[in-house]
């Protein structure tokens, strides 16, 4: 069947828009143009097309932790919101550090995601240890113990040294626990006027500062989870200053909030690293604009609103982020000017597919039909009853934005369809 996506518009440089038809078939693009045709008409009605977004930080929380969400539910949230590859975290339970384990996964995955879900295994036995997996037996497309750091060097540098050996990445949560003293939010004025335990920003660069040392050494792409502090900004421009392969993400999150946007014990404001101080915030706005900062990670991390009514000090930390990313994006930073439509799509698509190898689609003919379409014209107040993720812990519930995706399609196929509300498979 020929499936057209009719009167829709892409990005030719910057902000300009170029309108379009795109024929469907098998699963790929075969024809671009005006005036198409074919068995199955959609009517976009001058929505913007955009390769499937990708996202390379989200937690399924499947298998160990379904209450919170699950392969199916969490793929379902990133279809709806225009992602068509994610790859997800291993702080799962079991953790799938063998062979056997990361099978039992990609089975999971198998049978309930709507979109491409590529695993990351983890560096070490159970996240904690500092006995290394064999990556030749446990084989993934990176490596990473997101939600702890690896606390010792000698550790990290012995992953280093055979993560390079079979070219995959290290990708690091970076954080000192020596550093920590039990801190639930940034280490600030707002803590201080909560009276809650803080976190430094130096629990998070002096990692980041040895792991580039160890990186320069052994020659291996290392990736670092969520910046947030200035001076983390700082090591990983030295770092590639220096010709280090090192890379980096940023949470939507962190760009658009500081400590000053907490209004209270909410712990909806609760994530690991913490929103941090104003200066921190455009510290990484600027590397974000100088590439310093390379692409848009989520951090997705769904919990259920029992364990996020109990305040900082007792409740998990993490939002969830997959469906309303770009929205936000778009509305804070795109429609103001501080940034390009382009620029945006390239650093939540195709720079992330590009640095992991990861499937990626574009806007060409023979490309596969992995594709997002969004409405920069009509807004959207975010409802938490709205959400296909089993979690609606966020901070931005409320907030009224532009950009929420309409019509997501993998491999041709449609998975996510709002006028329908609903998700296909």
Same mark, same amino acid.
């Given at each position: ?79 709806? %919101? ?115 335990? %803080? ?166 003919? %023979? ?59």
């Amino acid at each position: 069947m020929k499936i057209i996506l009719k009167n829709g518009q892409r990005i030719v440089q910057g902000n300009e828009l170029e309108k379009i038809d795109i024929a469907i078939e098998n699963g790929k693009i075969t024809q671009i143009g005006k005036n198409i045709s074919g068995d199955q008409e959609i009517d976009l009605k001058g929505k913007l097309v955009t390769p499937g977004l990708v996202d390379v930080h989200v937690h399924f929380r499947e298998p160990g932790f379904t209450d919170k969400e699950t392969i199916r539910t969490g793929t379902q949230a990133a279809a709806r %919101g225009g992602y068509t590859t994610v790859c997800a975290m291993p702080n799962t339970n079991p953790i799938p550090d063998t062979k056997e384990k990361m099978a039992a996964v990609r089975s999971l995955i198998d049978r309930d995601a709507c979109i491409n879900v590529e695993p990351y295994a983890p560096i070490t036995y159970g996240l904690t240890s500092e006995e290394l997996v064999r990556m030749n037996e446990v084989e993934a497309f990176a490596y990473t113990n997101d939600g702890v750091g690896v606390q010792d060097a000698g550790t990290m540098f012995l992953a280093m040294v055979q993560a390079a050996k079979y070219n995959r990445p290290i990708v690091a949560h970076t954080e000192d626990n020596s550093l920590l003293f039990d801190g639930v939010m940034h280490e600030g004025f707002k803590s201080k006027e909560l009276g809650l335990p %803080g976190i430094m920003g130096i629990v998070e660069s002096s990692q980041i500062a040895r792991d580039i040392h160890l990186a320069k050494e052994t020659g291996v792409h290392y990736h670092v989870c969520h910046v947030s502090a200035k001076d983390s900004v700082a090591a990983i421009r030295s770092g590639k200053m220096q010709g280090v392969n090192v890379t980096a993400e940023v949470s939507p999150h962190h760009l658009l909030l500081n400590e000053g946007h907490i209004p209270s014990d909410d712990a909806n404001y609760k994530m690991n690293p913490p929103l941090r101080s104003e200066e921190d915030q455009r510290a990484l706005l600027e590397g974000f604009l100088d590439g310093t900062i390379d692409i848009i990670a989520t951090d997705h991390a769904p919990h259920t609103e029992d364990e996020k009514s109990g305040g900082f000090m007792n409740a998990p930390f993490g939002i969830v982020g997959l469906e309303t990313a770009f929205a936000l994006l778009y509305t804070q930073f795109v429609k103001p000017g501080v940034f390009s439509l382009e620029f945006l799509i390239d650093r939540m698509s195709k720079i992330p597919a590009r640095l992991f190898q990861l499937r990626q689609a574009e806007l060409r003919v %023979g490309s596969v039909a992995d594709l997002a379409v969004f409405d920069l014209d009509t807004p959207y107040t975010i409802a938490k009853e709205d959400y296909r993720s089993k979690s609606s812990n966020t901070p931005f519930n409320g907030k009224t934005v532009y950009g929420m995706c309409a019509l997501t399609l993998y491999n041709g196929a449609i998975v996510w369809n709002n006028e329908k509300d609903e998700v296909e498979k």
